[in-house]
């Protein structure tokens, strides 16, 4: 038979998932000792039952709370309901996981008309008045606005049934938390003996922070309320933490050691909420402390430093997407993190390169090399175009090589720029992609322009553009397809690359060693001739030039057939790269350019979990990249894979290729802290 509820000594974190994060630190809480006001939990599972039960809580579970309720009489020492010594209680939901919409607690339960009267002969009825003030409003705000009821137990019943309730309105319609299989895990309730935060100046209630919550800095801080009267959500009311200090000697020096034990108990920064009664600190709760990005950096720098935690734990507290935020506020925390990270990972993190400003980008940010030069940067300015008009159309023999070599001097300057900043680390550069019909000009403005700068009549522009163009430019002419039909593209790019190789080795004497990348290869054959052209043209180089340089020739995986096929690619080239856009485009049949209200529409009816050009798709994108790489390295045990493109800063799609053995990923240079981060985090979870 299940239990529904467990008193806090019968608990323990291994049953967060029952007991919700508060039921679970509270036990765990008493378990080690510290002063927590004895309660007990009611557990999610019996949240569940509620549900199944049409929102009743059955006989059963209200034995249970009644037996549990006993036990807390007992140890308290007070009667719920008695006249006399009556035991008031607190009920709080707690939830077992973050996001979940979480009712407020009700206080003082176990007060009514009766009993009040009779505790106001007593004395202090101030006191009394306020509690009896605090039970309604926390009741009205969380049961609902009816008078509270004067039997305690009803009211004790109606105040979980609520919480039951909230929770279970809470996630109806709610596709993302049903999703996210929260449903099935159900709220549960903690209820807890009353600790009095306004018996008097001797009184308050607080909350604390292990570290500060803003900056991280290990500094316990917060705010209490004295005596409080009023609700602990009015501000002007609260005191900063470090009065307590002088306010409430004990009880302080007592809060500053058990901030100390539960961070080294739970290993990480807390929020906690505390109750002073008479001079005696009693903790409510704990959990771990919310934190900003440059927080959540700096706590867990200094906790690893402190020896609370790993370099490995540190560097999985941070979130890669976040943490590069956090760079300004504690810079020395995180550069440690960057290089623990650097020190964990295994994947290399490359960068992918679309300007002459990412340049600097990626050699600021740590990038051990290029994993994709998008050539198009340089050759498709606009200044360019002339020059790539008469390369395309012009009929005359003379001034197509004339064009040729001014393209081959831009991209051989632009090369240069790039092995001279990236020295010996590995540059893979693209030959061109982009479809033709998508780059030359359309108007007949541009056409006439350029007819007039390159001596081409108009008229056989207008044919060219005629000819060029494309239903479907992404499934068009572009990739390796135009060094196929136009050989003299790959030809130039080629000596481009190896002649600004040779200048810079020259120049620097350091080795510069370039991969030489065909995109869009689906046919191995499509791989031989290209890669002919390129072999051919990159040993003229180095003849002519007298001059010794190693190069290497690889391949985009990126058309599904090509990862199909790896093994008779992989015969043909020293590396693999995968363009998973490419690839999630042509398998899914989805194009990258024009699906994103569609897709975001397919995530919100539960069709797709993620965007699958964010994030790689494993089933499918995966499993072709899986099919890649292990006929790739059976056919070429030395071949290097990576992956590049938008997918390379995704924290997910980067453990992924951790798993799948990858030597390397290349993002966009802006991501590159945050890939570095992630890549590491792969490695660490992988190991575990
Ligand atoms: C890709 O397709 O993932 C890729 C890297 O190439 P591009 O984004 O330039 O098409
Ligand atoms: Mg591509």
Not at 627 to 639: I, M, N, S
Request: proline letters at 4%.
């Amino acid at each position: 038979m299940s239990k529904f509820v467990y008193a806090f000594n019968e608990g323990s974190k291994d049953l967060t998932e029952l007991l919700g994060e508060k039921g679970a630190n509270l036990s765990e809480m008493t378990r080690i000792g510290l002063p927590v006001p004895f309660g007990f939990t009611v557990t999610s599972q019996a949240c569940n039952q509620y549900v199944l039960d049409g929102c009743t809580i059955s006989e059963d579970i209200c034995r249970e709370i009644f037996a549990k309720l006993e036990e807390l009489e007992e140890v308290t020492g007070k009667k719920f309901g008695s006249k006399q010594d009556p035991l008031l209680v607190a009920v709080r939901a707690s939830a077992g996981c973050a996001g979940a919409a979480i009712p407020g607690a009700v206080l003082n339960l176990g007060l009514n008309d009766a009993i009040a009267e009779c505790l106001k002969q007593t004395g202090n009825s101030e006191f009394v008045d306020d509690c009896r003030r605090k039970l309604q409003q926390t009741y009205a705000e969380t049961v609902g606005s009816g008078k509270v009821p004067e039997d305690p137990r009803e009211q004790l019943l109606a105040a979980i049934a609520a919480i039951f309730s909230a929770w279970n309105s809470s996630l109806d319609g709610d596709t993302d938390a049903v999703e996210a299989g929260v449903s099935e895990v159900g709220i549960a309730v903690c209820v807890q003996a009353m600790a009095f935060g306004n018996l008097g100046e001797d009184s308050c209630v607080g909350i604390a922070h292990s570290r500060s919550p803003q900056s991280g800095e290990k500094k316990l801080c917060g705010e209490f309320w004295q005596n409080t009267k009023v609700p602990v959500s009015d501000r002007s009311a609260a005191k900063p933490l470090d009065e307590m200090a002088e306010l409430f000697p004990a009880a302080f020096a007592d809060l500053v050691r058990i901030s100390e034990v539960l961070e080294k108990y739970f290993l990480d920064m807390q929020d906690m909420e505390f109750v002073v009664t008479c001079g005696k600190l009693y903790m409510v709760q704990t959990g771990t402390a919310k934190r900003t990005a440059a927080a959540a950096v700096k706590a867990a720098a200094d906790m690893a430093c402190e020896g609370l935690i790993s370099k490995e734990m540190a560097v999985l507290r941070v979130e890669p997407g976040k943490a590069p935020g956090a760079r300004s506020a504690c810079s020395e925390e995180f550069e440690k993190i960057l290089s623990w990270a650097d020190e964990i990972r295994t994947l290399k993190i490359r960068a992918n390169l679309d300007g002459a400003e990412d340049l600097k980008i990626a050699a600021e940010m740590g990038a051990e090399g290029i994993g994709l030069c998008r050539t198009e940067y340089i050759l498709l300015r606009e200044e360019h175009m002339p020059a790539l008009c008469q390369l395309l159309i012009a009929e005359n023999e003379q001034q197509k090589k004339l064009a040729a070599e001014r393209l081959f001097q831009c991209q051989k300057k632009g090369f240069k720029a790039v092995f001279k900043a990236m020295e010996d680390k590995p540059v893979a550069i693209r030959l061109m992609d982009a479809p033709l019909s998508a780059i030359l000009p359309r108007e007949e403005s541009d056409a006439e322009k350029i007819a007039a700068q390159t001596g081409i009549s108009v008229g056989r522009m207008k044919e060219a553009f005629e000819q060029f163009r494309e239903m479907n430019p992404m499934l068009g002419h572009r990739g390796c397809r135009l060094a196929v039909t136009y050989p003299e593209i790959a030809q130039l790019q080629t000596r481009a690359i190896m002649e600004a190789a040779i200048e810079i080795q020259q120049e620097s004497e350091i080795e510069i060693a370039p991969e030489i990348m065909v995109p869009l290869i689906g046919i191995d054959k499509e791989m031989e001739f290209v890669k002919d052209i390129v072999v051919r043209t990159a040993q003229r180089c180095c003849e002519e030039r007298g001059c010794v340089i190693r190069f290497y020739v690889g391949t985009m995986i990126e058309v599904p057939r090509a990862a199909l096929i790896a093994d008779k690619i992989a015969r043909e080239v020293d590396f693999f790269s995968f363009g998973a856009s490419d690839l999630t485009q042509m398998t899914f049949g989805f194009s990258r350019d024009d699906t994103e209200v569609m897709i975001a529409e397919y995530i919100r009816k539960g069709i797709l979990t993620e965007d699958p050009f964010r994030t790689i798709d494993r089933d499918g994108i995966g499993s072709l990249m899986e099919t890649a790489v292990k006929a790739g390295r059976q056919a070429k045990p030395t071949l290097k894979i990576g992956l590049c493109g938008e997918h390379g800063g995704d924290p997910a799609s980067i453990a992924f290729c951790h798993q799948l053995g990858l030597n390397y990923v290349s993002c966009r240079p802006q991501l590159l802290f945050a890939a570095r981060i992630a890549a590491a985090q792969a490695a660490i979870r992988d190991k575990k």
